[in-house]
């Protein structure tokens, strides 16, 4: 599939807003994690693009091959800190916000490792990569081959 639309020429002022909503995001959500968040909702999503260049950004920033590969099964993996765990497991459940919204068990789990502020920065986070996910996914936009 080629891609379908370009939602940064179409609607220059809506992708605007969104990335200016990553930008705070990026200020606010420590580098390593929001790569490790993003790469977990980009996979959940299927989200190739944005698998592709998480995967690219954190590789570059330092991040470790062994912890990347282990964001798809990350609740069986040793390598995550519990403050990561819960961040994990709450981009598990806003991403796949079902009928009851995030558990009980998700959200004390959360609020047990993270501040307020730092909780609200991190669903900003997820929101923010689930709304990138759902344009590229949507607009048929492919990963760079080569």
Not at 1 to 15: F, L
Not at 48 to 72: K, P, T
Not at 97 to 125: C, F, Q, R, T, Y
């Amino acid at each position: 599939m080629s891609e379908r639309i370009s939602i940064s020429k179409v609607a220059p002022a809506g992708y605007q807003a969104v990335a200016a909503l990553q930008h705070h995001v990026t200020s606010t959500v420590d580098p390593t994690l929001l790569e490790l968040v993003k790469l977990r909702a980009s996979i959940l999503n299927s989200c190739a693009y944005c698998i592709d260049m998480h995967s690219r950004h954190a590789l570059a920033a330092g991040e470790d091959s062994r912890r990347l590969f282990a964001v798809a099964a990350w609740s069986e993996a040793p390598f995550f800190n519990d403050r990561e765990r819960a961040a994990l497991a709450l981009t598990d459940a806003v991403t796949r916000l079902g009928e009851h919204g995030v558990a009980d068990e998700v959200w004390d789990g959360v609020v047990k490792h993270w501040s307020d502020e730092e909780v609200a920065n991190l669903i900003l986070a997820i929101a923010t990569i689930n709304v990138w996910n759902r344009i590229a996914v949507s607009t048929g936009t492919r990963p760079p081959v080569g």
